[in-house]
């Protein structure tokens, strides 16, 4: 007897698909897990690859015992989280995508390295017409 005989080829497909999403799931955790334990030994960098965005994270400025992230692309600054404590902050960053680097691996924004950087883009200006 083959493997699936008697099962219809969707069911199959479906067990496989499952399994699949639960591996990746799995493999998520650790990863998150890593980055945790990561931050918590001090690194503080982090990056985008697909995004060209690069960050930092560092105490809060404003609540005592809390930290703050912020993400940088080619033109400056983009975002900020805040969270209470550096595990927090490692999951948000970790949920947006986000590893963390070197210094060395910064390319992308104005904390890149001179030998690094590639050509940083003028921002478009806009300007709202009323009426």
């Not at 334990?37 to 609540?63: D, M, N, V």
Request: glycine residues 8%; charged residues 35%.
């Amino acid at each position: 007897m083959r493997y699936g005989d008697g099962i219809p080829s969707n069911n199959l497909k479906s067990e496989a698909l499952w399994q699949y999403i639960m591996k990746s799931v799995e493999q998520d955790e650790q990863l998150k897990i890593e980055m945790e334990e990561a931050i918590g030994k001090g690194e503080k960098i982090f990056q985008h690859t697909s995004l060209h965005q690069e960050g930092i994270i560092h105490p809060s400025t404003k609540k005592e015992g809390h930290c703050n992230s912020l993400t940088f692309d080619e033109y400056g600054a983009v975002g900020d989280l805040e969270a209470e404590n550096e595990k927090e902050i490692a999951e948000k960053i970790f949920d947006l995508g986000f590893a963390i680097c070197d210094e060395e691996d910064f390319q992308h924004t104005l904390l890149a390295d001179d030998k690094n950087k590639k050509p940083i883009k003028k921002r478009k200006q806009t300007i709202e017409i009323e009426g």
